[in-house]
């Protein structure tokens, strides 16, 4: 049997305490565990960025640490960034108006990157967001879509 | 109500709803993190079946033993081929009345006896944990021995090769012959020609294979997987043995297709893991192994000869055509014969020999996939247009116009061209759109300039006898419901229904739901598959809705003592021409107390057709075809070969866009996989042996890779799909390898021709030696 471990971590704004595996990836924590699915498996080396997370505000590839490594750390996907009342948040809104998401399926990891990136308040050029998102892969839009949903988002916030 | 194919038209003024671009219905559920895909959905006390592949291309299966996986705690079951009660999957395609063609190819659920490539399924192991699965799949004993080989097509057609199947390694083969080609060589002013090869590439969707199944509460074996064909279910009952009735198979939204999950996945499978435990079984494929082992996109070898008069006039073409199509059939016959029909692009050509095979080998399986073979030959019959070009002094834009094919040209292959065709107008707006080329940003660079254009067809094969239904109906209190089992794999395939129902019923999109994607509780539509839902769905709902809105209509007319076509629904209104009119939900009152429905089914059909035989000839084979036009800024490093794009340009004629937001979401996504598949992508096989098993070996593109996509959406009003629109999902992906080589001959004066272009084929094309120990 493997070992299991009580951990408890901050997802999006609600304290989570559960006993697993103490090897569980994040994602599968979070996932299996936790019952949170919109951080998406799609690759388990840490390359396609669907499993991306903020870790203590820090994009995450979530298949790729041990939730026992982050123990206590507050997590955020893209669940937790829509607002209180559950209405889309600004970044999400962007991203909807921008027709940003086709299959979806990168869309909670891509949030997450383009969150983070915006999180630094500086104004990015359109090259610079496209080099904040080289570690998430959208196989769909050819991502100008979501370039622009970012430009868009990052104006709003008047960036 | 039922209706056949025929010409579509309609006027962009008498449109209210269709031509907007609307936010997808799709799009908040999918940004808010809350779509449940495939994947996502969990049972408790569930259980967790894996595959054991195959670990060597070619052997004969000579003993198997499940002792060991079977003594791991947490083990539930180990089967083996002998354990499915119909260990074969037909090549067939679902749902259709016609067989394909003569071929009669089948390949075992799990293998018994032989395997033919790596990572061919073996057995299947279910267990409580993924724990226990990981554990025991290791242990599941299968002894092989090694069996001959063979890789490369060429050689697994020559005599004495290493039969991979017993019938012989021939899978597929077609020919065309039309007119004097000979006559036409001899009497050329010039005469072109090339060989191009294209590789072998995967889908690489995000959303790897997945589905999770149950018995539901009327013994209904349930399977909710990620696929592109919930007509599946017939397969799965066959393998299994139970009548089609009792399997339901749901289509979530999925995580990205492109014709990966149009062969069934992990369907049997899961099927045989919930019929034999009686529990909820969930199966999802690694990425590595759907890298390894899910069909791909067939590398071909196209040789073009090709004649033209001094004015670059197109006189004859002469084309072999080599497909790789693995260790099984799939769809390969069928993709090759997408290859013939399209090989000679958009242009008017009088005289043809083509020559088409498709051999197989010990490779992965290869089958479905965007463009559908109508793809690969663009890279070859492109190249030869701006030979063609070069040779005669005339632009690249210049001699695609004057070999344009236009109304009431015949392809080679017989089938007339019924619908307006503004190829020219394509290349024209790419042209303006571009603006001045690009100058180098420094002494040893190179920039290029590249122009494709090409040719897809939309619905599938006519003896096919396609068709797709659809219901529509009204609450009531006015807001309408669409029942389809269209499959919504990311096009917006769904979102497009209520738009069509929308512009027809006056109802807001956001009072319209559609159900998709269930083969149980929908009318089937068939596959989302050959660019044909717009046309075959969209059509089904148009024609519910119309009969819907013309019998409220009659209804309200009588109701308001007005003749109905004076009246007009619009925005939950029934308004006169006077300023009178009703509620919809009084308008729905009033049709109930005269007994016409508030619903109404539509179905259908597609355009029919004779089948082909070996030497094509057919007044049809296809519906219809989409046509477009790309341009390519890049620019090259001459001392590292590297290619940078700069700027790209894709313009389509979509006959009309029903979402204009989707329609540039099909093109530039399809812009972006064509780039991957002309630069970096390559399933790269050493021995049979697959080396790319992993997104760090197989590489697609970045956002930093793909330049910024200019998509330019030309309508002529004119298809065979609602209000004259044509299907635009493949025909996109058939012109960035062509417009990138066209840009780097450009640059550097010589033209790849073996994809992907990798840095090292660019600077091979520059004459650099790169043999070991070389200093430059």
């Not at chain 2, 598959?529 to 075959?536: D, F, G, K, S, V």
Request: contains cysteine.
């Amino acid at each position: 049997m493997t070992e299991e471990v009580s951990l408890t971590l901050t997802v999006n704004g609600r304290e989570v305490s559960r006993t697993a595996g103490a090897h569980l990836t994040l994602l599968r924590w979070l996932r299996e565990a936790a019952g949170v699915t919109d951080p998406k498996y799609g690759c388990g080396e840490g390359i396609c960025g669907a499993c991306t997370v903020l870790v203590d505000g820090q994009p995450t590839s979530a298949c790729l640490v041990l939730a026992a490594q982050v123990d206590g750390a507050a997590v955020t996907t893209a669940a937790g960034l829509l607002e209180a009342d559950g209405s889309l948040g600004p970044l999400q809104r962007a991203f909807h108006d921008q027709h940003a998401a086709q299959c979806g399926f990168c869309t909670p990891g891509m949030l997450m990157a383009a969150a983070a990136a915006l999180a630094g308040g500086r104004r990015l050029s359109r090259r610079e967001i496209r080099q904040e998102l080289h570690g998430n892969l959208c196989r769909c839009t050819g991502y100008g879509p979501i370039v622009d949903a970012i430009e868009m988002a990052q104006e709003e916030a008047g960036q | 109500m039922t209706a056949a194919a025929g010409i579509r038209t309609s006027k962009e003024d008498e449109l209210r709803i269709v031509r907007q671009p609307l936010p997808r219905h799709d799009q908040a559920e999918k940004v808010a993190g809350s779509t449940r895909y495939a994947g996502d959905l969990a049972f408790a006390s569930m259980l967790h079946a894996r595959l054991v592949r195959s670990p060597v291309p070619s052997a004969r299966i000579t003993a198997r033993d499940a002792s060991a996986a079977l003594a791991v705690p947490g083990v539930v079951s180990v089967l083996f081929g002998e354990d499915v009660p119909h260990n074969l999957i037909w090549v067939d395609v679902p749902g259709q009345t016609v067989e394909v063609a003569a071929l009669k190819a089948s390949m075992e659920v799990l293998a018994t006896d032989r395997v033919r490539f790596h990572g061919e399924p073996v057995a299947l192991v279910i267990a409580e944990t993924e724990e226990a699965l990981a554990e025991a799949c290791d242990l599941v004993s299968v002894d092989y021995e090694e069996l001959p080989t063979v890789f490369e097509p060429d050689q697994a057609l020559a005599e004495g090769a290493p039969l991979v199947h017993v019938a012989g390694n021939l899978l597929g083969e077609w020919d065309i012959d039309r007119g004097d080609v000979d006559a036409a060589f001899a009497a050329a002013d010039v005469v072109v020609e090339g060989t191009y090869q294209t590789q072998t590439v995967d889908h690489a969707y995000l959303e790897s294979e997945v589905g999770v199944g149950w018995l539901d509460d009327e013994g209904v074996l349930t399977l909710r997987v990620a696929t592109q064909v919930v007509e599946h279910y017939r397969d799965v009952a066959r393998i299994l043995g139970i009548p089609e009735a009792r399997v339901r198979v749901i289509a979530p939204y999925v995580g990205g297709g492109f014709g990966g999950k149009e062969d069934m996945t992990v369907e049997p499978y899961l099927g045989l893991a919930v019929w034999r435990t009686r529990r909820p079984v969930r199966m999802q494929w690694t990425r590595q192994e759907s890298l390894l082992a899910r069909p791909k996109r067939h590398r071909m070898r196209l040789r073009y000869r090709t004649a033209a008069d001094s004015g670059g006039k197109l006189l004859g073409q002469e084309i072999d055509i080599t497909a790789d199509s693995g260790a099984y059939a799939y769809l390969s016959a069928l993709v090759l014969l997408y290859s013939a029909v399209h090989a000679c692009g958009p242009y008017q050509v009088s005289n043809v020999r083509l020559r088409a095979r498709c051999a197989y080998t010990n490779n992965p399986p290869t089958s479905a996939f965007r463009g559908f073979g109508g793809m690969q030959v663009v890279f070859g019959y492109e190249a030869q247009m701006d030979l063609l070009a070069r040779e005669l002094g005339l632009t690249p834009a210049e001699i695609r116009k004057r070999n344009a094919l236009t109304r009431g040209d015949a392809l080679p292959v017989g089938q007339m061209i019924e619908t307006e065709v503004l190829l020219a107008q394509t290349i024209d707006a790419v042209v303006d759109r571009a603006g001045a080329k690009p100058q180098p940003s420094g002494p040893r660079k190179a920039v290029g300039r590249g122009l494709a254009s090409n040719m897809q067809s939309y619905g599938r094969l006519v003896w096919l006898n396609d068709s797709a239904a659809a219901w529509v109906g009204f609450q009531l209190d006015g807001s309408l419901s669409v029942r389809c089992a269209v499959p919504d794999i990311g096009g917006g395939q769904a979102s497009s229904l209520a738009q069509i129902a929308s512009e027809v019923l006056g109802v807001p999109m956001d009072r319209i739901t559609v159900h998709f994607g269930d083969s149980a509780l929908n009318p089937l539509a068939g596959t989302t598959t050959a660019t044909r839902q717009l046309l075959m769905s969209g059509n089904a709902v148009y024609e519910a809705s119309v009969l819907l809105r013309d019998g409220l209509l009659a209804a309200a007319a009588e109701a308001l003592g007005e003749p109905a076509d004076g009246l007009r629904l619009e925005d939950g209104l029934v308004s006169g021409r006077a300023g009178g009119g009703m509620s919809l939900p009084d308008a729905l009152v009033t049709c109930r107390r005269r007994n016409v429905p508030i619903e109404a089914l539509g179905t259908f059909f597609g355009p029919k057709g004779q089948p082909v035989v070996k030497s094509l000839q057919a007044d049809r084979v296809f519906p219809d075809f989409t046509f477009g036009t790309h341009l390519c800024d890049l620019e090259v490093d001459l001392d590292t070969g590297q290619v940078e794009l700069l700027g790209y340009v894709a313009a389509h004629d979509v006959g009309r866009a029903i979402n204009p937001r989707s329609v540039q979401g099909q093109i530039s996504g399809a812009v972006a996989q064509g780039l991957g598949m002309a630069l970096l992508e390559e399933i790269v096989m050493a021995d049979g042996m697959n080396l790319t098993a992993g997104f760090f070996q197989y590489l697609i593109p970045t956002a930093t890779d793909v330049p910024e996509i200019d998509v330019v959406v030309l309508e002529s009003g004119e298809g065979m799909g609602p209000f004259g629109a044509r299907g635009i999902g493949e025909p996109p992906i058939g012109p960035p390898a062509a417009a990138v080589a066209s840009a780097i001959q450009d640059a550097i004066g010589v033209r790849p021709a073996t994809l992907p272009i990798t840095p090292e084929r660019v600077l091979d094309c520059l004459g650099e030696d790169l043999s070991p120990g070389t200093v430059t």
